[in-house]
T-cell receptor, first 113, second 111 residues
Framework: NAGVTQTPKFRVLKTGQSMTLLCAQDMNHEYMYWYRQDPGMGLRLIHYSVGEGTTAKGEVPDGYNVSRLKKQNFLLGLESAAPSQTSVYFC????????????FGSGTRLTVV | DQQVKQNSPSLSVQEGRISILNCDYTNSMFDYFLWYKKYPAEGPTFLISISSIKDKNEDGRFTVFLNKSAKHLSLHIVPSQPGDSAVYFCAAMGNTDKLIFGTGTRLQVFP
């Protein structure tokens, strides 16, 4: 049982390049989330989805886009990467209800130079 | 505007003693509170949760206490073990489907 899988695990981008981070979950969860973690800032919500075909903005959505074409996948796109987007990105999913919290992936470390 | 605050960036505790991690929140609409543990190079893992209708929840060595009037919750780990050394995040959720995290507290348990 894989849980939440993020690809790639590491990536270095040049300023202005684009890329897509993929998140896949095999738990049939309705809700999916993208967070970024920066030193001293905790985890901040970028975008989230409450079901297939839906997306919504979180706390720090600027510079990112997302898509949820299939229930099991949640894609995070950077159209024109900036050094301020250097961070560790975490995807998470959860079922209906809150008691068990979110299941997180192992993260993608992105560096923009 | 930090809605969930963990004011202690780090905590050092001797093995076998109690670890107490604290968390404050500002939004009275939060209904559910969760604690996560995170090891380096891994994703956060769920530890324990509590609903606003309770003031205590216990799971083995871990107990979470909620004081709604003070908008404060705490995580107690008894007894602390070296494997508990990690970063602990407090998180809160209201009716918006979004979990808001604190900035984390790094716990070090030494022998």
């Amino acid at each position: 049982n894989a849980g939440v899988t993020q690809t790639p695990k590491f990536r270095v981008l040049k300023t202005g390049q684009s890329m897509t981070l993929l998140c896949a979950q095999d738990m049939n969860h309705e809700y999916m989330y993208w967070y970024r973690q920066d030193p001293g800032m905790g985890l901040r919500l970028i975008h989230y989805s409450v079901g297939e075909g839906t997306t919504a903005k979180g706390e720090v959505p600027d510079g990112y886009n997302v898509s949820r074409l299939k229930k099991q996948n949640f894609l995070l796109g950077l159209e024109s990467a900036a050094p301020s987007q250097t961070s560790v990105y975490f995807c998470a999913s959860r079922r209906q209800g809150w008691e068990d919290g979110y299941t997180f992936g192992s993260g993608t470390r992105l560096t923009v130079v | 505007d930090q809605q969930v605050k963990q004011n202690s960036p780090s905590l050092s505790v001797q093995e076998g003693r109690i670890s107490i991690l604290n968390c404050d929140y500002t939004n009275s609409m939060f209904d559910y509170f969760l604690w996560y543990k995170k090891y380096p190079a891994e994703g956060p893992t769920f530890l324990i949760s509590i609903s606003s209708i309770k003031d205590k929840n216990e799971d083995g060595r871990f107990t979470v206490f909620l004081n709604k009037s003070a908008k404060h919750l705490s995580l107690h780990i008894v007894p602390s073990q070296p494997g508990d050394s990690a970063v602990y995040f407090c998180a809160a959720m209201g009716n918006t489907d979004k979990l808001i995290f604190g900035t984390g507290t790094r716990l070090q348990v030494f022998p």
